[in-house]
């Protein structure tokens, strides 16, 4: 059943705004060119390229509406921001999404917006969906040898997406078929984190049926490829790092599970696909691009929190003991997130002193600091270390969250009320925020102002329903000023109609 979902899942591409935001197709002409070959004389040229593009078909052929793309994005995301499959980390999420945002911001396609969700599987896949949805493997992270591969694979997923090659290949079946494939789509994304409401839904024939009418064509491959090439170029790192990723792929497919889904069965893997780049990429002048250290700390993470607590304690101490490592910093950051797994306070102290000792400034060494005072049940350390740390990193959501959660611990809730309500304003989307001030006003038995938040938390979470019946609860509190009540009253009606338009037109 994943594997059939896998086969949908890697299909989507079409252009839609995050849910609730304008509508935003891009209103750049469409040519009807399918010259493809026209473009191999650019090669030599690659700065030429960015402009004249080529397009495969006119989008105004696809029988996606920008509503219905929403639409879609809306449901995927939902069970985005819940699925136990999803990596719900902050730190390893924001760095995502901001690697994404970056090379995003240099392709041709500035309308489309992109949000990023990690997975927690260990094949080395990514794939885009619906709206700009796009998914990363953790096994992608950890195969990866540099900051320009990771990118490089995010960047051909963003040429599926602002190229539309989901929508053109729908475009070709017929429409009764794509409202199936949508409802199988998402039954089969429900499935991921709960099989049996989903099984029945598809038939490994019909999922095989899907794929063979839905595959990526080879055009597609190689435009995906050309427009991730110069969106990694124009973001600043290294074109290499596509056809370094290539060899990646080559040397990881042999290791793989067959039955798995990866990246070249998704994306097939062609000797013409990878001289295209090749040839590409030789014209290009040489550019020597580290990777951040933020990308060896997120693989560090990884590794640390996979397995036995202890099996990765071993593997980060052989590593450093003897020198095998591609960054010596995030070994020893790795260590001691692997230690704190076993509680080991003092293990995890000594390599943050290794840290401090090597001048390390980093906001993932900052969480680790507060992240062994709560473990050793030190609030009053947790509190200085947390307040000194967003002193320094006032943006950083993972300490927010843990400065907020450690206020709610130690029930403090009007100071995490006050904390929260500041740091918000940077993060305006973000659920989270709104579950910890419902937390808190439970705390402070403030029930219209408890339902209220948890109702912006679910809008948040793309679930329109939840949202209106928890604004629903809190007109019907008991307490709440004539104000707040008037406030809420007007937010149920707002919920009530955005009920209505999201219900589907067929
Ligand atoms: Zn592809």
Do not use: C
């Not at 705004?17 to 690659?46: M, Q």
């Amino acid at each position: 059943m994943l594997r059939s979902l896998f086969v949908l899942l890697s299909l989507g591409l079409f252009s839609a705004s995050p849910v609730f935001a304008e509508k935003t197709l891009s209103g750049k002409p469409y040519t009807k060119s399918t010259d493809l070959d026209a473009i191999n004389i650019d090669t030599r040229l690659p700065d030429a390229l960015h402009s004249d593009l080529p397009e495969l078909g006119d989008y105004s052929q696809t029988i996606l509406s920008a509503q219905d793309e929403q639409r879609i994005a809306a449901q995927i995301l939902r069970e985005v921001a819940v699925s136990d499959e999803v990596l719900q980390d902050v730190e390893i999420a924001d760095y995502l999404q901001i690697l994404g945002n970056r090379l995003a911001a240099a392709s041709d396609d500035k309308q489309q917006s992109f949000n990023f969700f990690v997975v927690k599987d260990p094949t080395i896949n990514a794939f885009a969906m619906p709206g700009g949805v796009i998914g990363v493997h953790t096994g992608l992270f950890l195969a990866s040898h540099s900051e320009s591969e990771l990118a490089s694979v995010l960047g051909h997923e963003i040429g599926h997406v602002t190229q539309h090659h989901l929508a053109r290949i729908l475009a070709k079946q017929k429409t009764d078929t794509f409202k199936n494939i949508a409802g199988i789509a998402l039954a089969l994304l429900v499935a991921r984190t709960n099989p049996e409401l989903a099984s029945g839904a598809l038939s490994a024939s019909s999922a095989a049926e899907i794929q063979r009418q839905l595959g990526y064509t080879r055009e597609h491959e190689r435009e995906a490829d050309r427009v991730g090439l110069n969106v990694l170029k124009n973001a600043g790192f290294d074109p290499r790092g596509m056809t370094a990723f290539f060899i990646t792929l080559q040397r990881g497919s042999r290791f793989v599970d067959s039955s798995s889904p990866s990246f070249l069965r998704t994306h097939p893997l062609t000797s013409e696909r990878i001289s295209d780049v090749e040839n590409r990429v030789v014209n290009m002048p040489y550019k020597q691009v580290g990777s951040s250290l933020g990308y060896y700390f997120v693989r560090a993470k990884l590794r640390a929190n996979q397995g036995l607590a202890q099996v990765a304690i071993d593997q980060f101490q052989r590593n450093i003991k003897e020198g095998r490592y591609a960054n010596e910093i995030a070994e020893h950051y790795g260590l001691a997130i692997a230690m704190l797994r076993q509680s080991d306070v003092a293990g995890a102290s000594a390599q943050v002193q290794w840290l401090d000792a090597h001048a390390v400034q980093s906001a993932f060494v900052e969480n680790v600091k507060a992240r062994i005072a709560v473990v050793e049940d030190n609030p009053k350390k947790a509190g200085k270390q947390y307040n000194a740390a967003l002193k320094r990193y006032p943006e950083d959501r993972a300490l927010i969250y843990g400065y907020a959660e450690h206020f709610l611990a130690i029930k403090q809730t009007k100071k995490m009320i006050t904390l929260v309500k500041e740091k918000q304003k940077l993060y305006i989307a973000d659920p989270y925020f709104y579950t910890l001030l419902s937390k808190a006003y439970l705390l402070e038995h403030k029930d219209l102002l408890r339902f209220q938040a948890q109702g912006e938390a679910y809008y948040r979470q793309y679930n329109v329903d939840k949202a209106a019946e928890q604004m629903d609860f809190a007109t019907k509190a008991k307490d709440g000023s004539f104000y707040e009540k008037s406030i809420v009253e007007a937010r149920l009606k707002e919920l009530r109609r955005l009920q209505e338009i999201s219900k589907p037109t067929s």
